[in-house]
């Protein structure tokens, strides 16, 4: 079993959307490297004939009518945004002008 | 009176409101009070909702008396739980109350709706006293990864009461609750019950909706009850059960009438005869506290004396359940966690760059330090090139412990005797630089999980004069015959030197010595 290389952490974290600092990078390589070797183990299980399972108590698919219910108000569904523009949530711009066109 | 009041079970609490012996009223400011008194040492609780939960008891009182003159009929058709003080592990949305899940990424956060379950015990008429502490989104199992505060076992102040409930456990363990909620996605009631010598189960997957509960590992996570008796945790469990519209994972089999009809006392004992236990060797794995494994051989021992009958058994996969748990549940919680981006509310960085560096910002600082590993390892697990190796690996040898499970219940066994942590409570820290460690504390209650199963932890014992967990874990939708085994073994307990005992440290959580 290969270890994970710090540039490897970097990328995981980097696809997590997890700004990290150097310490902590670090730090995780060194945790996520141990984790690994107990992962390795299940390699010794022989599932060659075996399905797998997302969930093991199988539920029937439950549907319903496609018919509006009461819901949250406006004022309800923004009382946690972290920034509000009249009815809406306020984010980043996300294209730069330079980019436009 | 005040003493006897903190002690009361909830189905005692309930006959003496029917009976006028005592008033909800009484009951809340006796809790209220010793919450004041004892909570900066314990630290069990995140919000309190004092004022309103008074005005709510006043209320209570007035329809108690108001039907009381109406007769005995009247009475029993008020609402279940109608008085009795629940707490709410803070991952159970409410309206009104801060959710935080117990991490600083929800600071602030004041849920807009109720989960099911919340209004579900608001219609049964339960007082909700407040939220509880836990590990950051329920990660860990001792409670020290908590974003706000650390909490104590009322056993010994210097030692952790289990987690990732631990604020629910230690609330009714200190008798600061009669009843409360967890959540168990890998042990999460069932070992703080047993480190901190309660009740707790974790009931089937889908027995009971997880609409507003804040979502950690979604094919594993059940909300359960706990309690200081198998009866009272049956009650709470009939009032949260059932299939909810709103969660397409809850199952439409019907809640167990029997919940409500615990047998007790030399009833529940002497159903115990015939009964067949499995007792897995491989629950006993090295490491196992002497202390824990002897409590719980005795317990098996007046089982067998009861006129069960026990045989030995193997789940031969148990030794790799740690490892798929530990791909599968981070994996399911990378992407849960994915909605935490500090845009549509909790905690923000965003400022004065572009959407990535608010992103990283508000991740990076929002979630504490377990969060991150479990995000990095389940991102990683998930990555292009290892999800045959890792999680789809993991979803094969999940069906394998599925199957040994099953083995057990087609050779007509009526449940699994186990201990359900492999120690009793442990100091602060000693777990803290070493995640596999910690990882190990939850050995006996994984692979529960990992086959939907239910389980439960009830008390049967003190090592180094810390309680000890019996673990018992049945068939899907067995949790009556769960509970009613748990009442057996309370009642051959009953006269047990430990069993009256109050938590050890209790008295001196108030200062008093």
Redesign the interface.
């Known amino acids: 079993m290969s270890k994970?290389t710090r540039a490897e952490?970097e990328k995981?974290?980097a696809?997590?959307?997890?700004?990290?600092t150097s310490d902590?990078v670090e730090?995780?390589q060194g945790?996520?490297n141990?984790?690994l070797e107990?992962?390795a183990?299940?390699?010794?299980?022989d599932?060659s004939s075996?399905?797998?399972?997302?969930?093991?108590?199988v539920?029937?698919m439950?549907l319903?009518d496609d018919t509006p219910r009461p819901s949250?108000s406006v004022d309800?569904?923004l009382?946690?945004?972290?920034?509000r523009s009249g009815d809406f949530?306020r984010?980043?711009?996300?294209l730069?002008e330079e980019a436009d066109g | 009176m005040s003493a006897d009041l903190r002690r009361a079970t909830a189905t005692q609490l309930r006959a003496g409101y029917r009976s006028g012996e005592f008033t909800s009223v009484e009951v809340v400011e006796t809790l209220l009070a010793a919450i004041a008194r004892e909570d900066a040492a314990l630290g069990a609780w995140l919000h309190l909702r004092g004022d309103e939960v008074r005005r709510e008891a006043a209320a209570a009182d007035v329809t108690y008396a108001a039907t009381r003159t109406a007769g005995a009929a009247a009475l029993n058709a008020l609402p279940p739980l109608l008085g009795v003080p629940v707490a709410l592990k803070d991952l159970v949305n409410m309206i009104g109350t801060p959710t935080t899940a117990g991490s600083k990424i929800l600071e602030g956060y004041i849920s807009p709706y109720d989960a099911t379950i919340a209004a579900k015990l608001k219609a049964a008429g339960a007082l909700i006293l407040g939220k509880t502490n836990m590990d950051e989104f329920a990660m860990g199992s001792s409670t020290e990864f908590s974003a706000y505060r650390r909490t104590v076992n009322p056993w010994d102040r210097e030692r952790v009461p289990g987690g990732s409930s631990g604020g629910s456990a230690s609330a009714v363990a200190a008798l600061h609750a009669p009843l409360s909620i967890g959540s168990d996605t890998g042990g999460s009631i069932r070992q703080p019950a047993s480190l901190t010598g309660i009740t707790g189960m974790k009931p089937t997957y889908g027995r009971v909706s997880r609409y507003g509960i804040v979502a950690f590992a979604s094919s594993l996570d059940q909300i359960g009850p706990f309690a200081r008796s198998a009866q009272d945790a049956a009650l709470l469990l009939h009032t949260i059960a059932g299939s909810d519209p709103r969660d397409a994972t809850s199952s439409a089999t019907p809640v167990d009438a029997a919940l409500l009809k615990l047998p007790q006392g030399d009833q529940a004992a002497s159903a115990l005869k015939g009964k067949r236990f499995a007792l897995p060797k491989e629950y006993f794995v090295a490491g196992m506290e002497p202390g824990v494994e002897a409590a719980v051989r005795a317990a098996v021992a007046a089982l067998q004396s009861a006129g069960a009958v026990i045989d030995e058994v193997s789940l031969p996969t148990t030794e790799h359940a740690l490892a798929t748990y530990y791909i599968v549940a981070p994996a399911e919680a990378s992407a849960n966690l994915a909605r935490y981006d500090g845009i549509r509310y909790g905690a923000s960085k965003h400022g004065g760059g572009d959407l990535l560096d608010g992103y990283l910002a508000t991740r990076g600082r929002g979630f504490g330090p377990e969060v991150r590993r479990r995000i990095m390892l389940g991102t990683y697990a998930l990555s292009a090139g290892f999800y045959d190796a890792y999680y789809l690996k993991a979803q094969k040898v999940r069906t394998l412990i599925a199957r040994d499970f099953d083995r057990i219940w087609a050779a007509g066994y009526d449940a699994i005797v186990a201990p359900a942590s492999p120690s009793v409570a442990w100091k602060f820290g000693a777990k803290m630089s070493d995640p596999v460690a910690m990882y190990l504390a939850d050995a006996c209650t994984i692979p529960t999980n990992m086959a939907g199963l239910p389980g439960l932890s009830t008390p049967c014992g003190l090592s180094e004069g810390l309680p000890v967990g019996l673990q018992l874990i049945g068939a899907p939708w067995s949790e009556a015959g769960l509970l009613s085994i748990a009442a057996g073994y309370e009642a051959l307990s009953a006269n047990a030197p430990w069993r009256d005992q109050d938590p050890t440290d209790l008295a001196a959580l108030g200062g008093a010595a």
């Open positions: 994970l952490v995981v974290a696809l997590a959307r997890l700004g990290l902590e730090k995780l945790d996520l141990l984790i107990q992962w183990r299940l390699a010794e299980v599932t075996v399905p797998a399972s997302a969930q093991t108590i539920q029937p439950l319903r949250l309800e569904a009382q946690n945004a972290p920034s949530v984010v980043q711009a996300i730069s």
